[in-house]
């Protein structure tokens, strides 16, 4: 899927979907406008390019693209700090 500036595979994971409902709810009032509102689960391939450079992405990494089952180990949290990511904490699922 195209992210603008950026690519990404979409994810369709329903129970990951629950899970983030309901932090969404433990967490109200709390999370930024852009994390309390839509979410479109993926896994980001290339991020900050020009919008052509990420056509051109899109359209290769298209043209082979089949569909599979992935499986989620976990979730992690992290802290953007202006720059690099922080790593906080890490849950993995039973």
Known sequence: ?????????????????????????AFAGLLTPQDAGGWRPHVTIQNKVTPNVAKLLLDRLAKDFRPRPV????????????????????????
Do not use: Q
């Open 1 to 25: 899927m195209s992210l603008g500036r950026g690519v990404a595979y979409r994810l369709d994971a329903p129970g990951l979907a629950a899970i983030r409902h309901d932090l969404v709810d």
């Open 71 to 94: 499986e989620l180990t976990g979730l992690a949290t992290w802290w953007y700090r202006g720059g690099p990511w922080e790593a906080l904490s890490r849950h993995m699922f039973a």
